[in-house]
């Protein structure tokens, strides 16, 4: 049983490059989220998804863009990346309204630097 | 998702319990208290929850206040693998109460040989 599978662990990026973390789980979670952590902060959310087809902006959306095409895959994609986008972005997983527990599990991280 | 308040750090002797307190006074009547730790820069990891009874796990014992405002963790033997940081959250239930879930800057908790 993976749970939450984060790639890549490590990136490193220029001014203006775009790319995609990836972030998939496999124990079929209808929710779904993205966060950012910064050296010595906590856990800043960027966007969530409460099922495939459905998103929404949480507390920093700018500069991030995503989807949910299948239940198991949540990508998150910086558009034009900034150096201030550097940090650590954990994605994150758990049931939905039904079969509710709250518990959120989380993948290892994916250390994102911009130059 | 309700606001919560934790204490920025704390340490806490090898074998002694560790107390960690978060407030959370705007907390309603649908929501649980989460608490999950975060050792190094690993992913969260969740500990317990409850909603308004206490709770024991194989981890730690969540005790909730009776008006349901604050709460406090309970390591009962820390031990140095505890050194980490432990975040208290609230997550509501159904209703898309669970949808927006915030973490604040959490307990940076170091245990001491």
């Known amino acids: 049983?993976?749970?939450?599978?984060?790639?890549?662990?490590?990136?490193?990026?220029?001014?203006?490059?775009?790319?995609?973390?990836?972030?998939?789980?496999?124990?079929?979670?209808?929710?779904?989220?993205?966060?950012?952590?910064?050296?010595?902060?906590?856990?800043?959310?960027?966007?969530?998804?409460?099922?495939?087809?459905?998103?929404?902006?949480?507390?920093?959306?700018?500069?991030?863009?995503?989807?949910?095409?299948?239940?198991?895959?949540?990508?998150?994609?910086?558009?034009?990346?900034?150096?201030?986008?550097?940090?650590?972005?954990?994605?994150?997983?758990?049931?939905?309204?039904?079969?509710?527990?709250?518990e959120l599990f989380f993948g290892e991280g994916s250390r994102l630097t911009v130059l | 998702d309700a606001k919560t308040t934790q204490p920025t750090s704390m340490d806490c002797a090898e074998g002694r319990a560790a107390?960690?307190?978060?407030?959370?006074?705007?907390?309603?009547?649908?929501?649980?208290?989460?608490?999950?730790?975060?050792?190094?820069?690993?992913?969260?990891?969740?500990?317990?929850h409850g909603l308004k009874n206490n709770e024991t796990n194989e981890m730690a014992s969540l005790i909730i206040t009776e008006d349901r405002k604050s709460s406090t963790l309970i390591l009962p033997h820390a031990t140095l693998r505890d050194t980490a940081v432990y975040y208290c959250i609230v997550r509501g239930a159904g209703s898309g109460g669970y949808q927006k879930v915030t973490f604040g800057t959490g307990t940076k908790l170091q245990v001491i040989p």
């Open chain 1, 1 to 102: 049983n993976a749970g939450v599978t984060q790639t890549p662990k490590f990136q490193v990026l220029k001014t203006g490059q775009s790319m995609t973390l990836q972030c998939a789980q496999d124990m079929n979670h209808e929710y779904m989220s993205w966060y950012r952590q910064d050296p010595g902060m906590g856990l800043r959310l960027i966007h969530y998804s409460v099922g495939a087809g459905i998103t929404d902006q949480g507390e920093v959306p700018n500069g991030y863009n995503v989807s949910r095409s299948t239940t198991e895959d949540f990508p998150l994609r910086l558009l034009s990346a900034a150096p201030s986008q550097t940090s650590v972005y954990f994605c994150a997983s758990s049931y939905g309204d039904r079969g509710w527990t709250g």
């Open chain 2, 19 to 48: 107390n960690l307190p978060c407030n959370h006074s705007t907390i309603s009547g649908n929501e649980y208290v989460y608490w999950y730790r975060q050792i190094h820069s690993q992913g969260p990891q969740y500990i317990i």
